[in-house]
């Protein structure tokens, strides 16, 4: 199983960013898919996370101007990204929780990061 990102690039502030993640490999089992950042000279963080019931959950830094949604069928998690600013940028990792096959664990998967740069 693999995760493979798209949608990054160069936006200015005010614009708008879509990025997607599959998962590939036919993973068995999916419990939840998100998104989380690494602002240049700091941690990773959370950005948002949806489960495959569509619970969602998000950083209050971008709540309101991000929005993420599953595709069950597809084994894909989008991000909509509205209202950029230039603190949002850094690379943004996908992140899923995943039983690649019956009778095996959960386990965690990361793609392998796309760059978002908001200019002002």
């Known amino acids: 199983v693999q995760l493979q990102a798209s949608g990054g690039g160069l936006v200015q502030a005010g614009g708008a960013l879509r990025l997607s993640c599959a998962a590939s490999?036919?993973?068995?089992?999916?419990?939840?898919m998100g998104w989380y950042r690494q602002p240049p000279g700091n941690q990773r963080e959370l950005v948002a996370i949806i489960t495959s019931g569509g619970t969602t959950n998000y950083a209050a830094s971008v709540k309101g101007r991000f929005t993420i949604s599953i595709d069950n069928a597809k084994n894909t998690v989008n991000l909509q990204m509205n209202s950029l600013k230039p603190e949002d940028t850094a690379v943004y990792y996908c992140?899923?929780?995943?039983?690649?096959?019956?009778?095996?664990?959960?386990?965690?998967?990361w793609g392998p990061g796309t760059q978002v740069t908001v200019s002002s």
């Open positions: 490999g036919s993973p068995f089992s999916i419990n939840a």
């Open positions: 992140h899923a929780r995943i039983r690649p096959r019956a009778g095996i664990a959960y386990s965690d998967y």
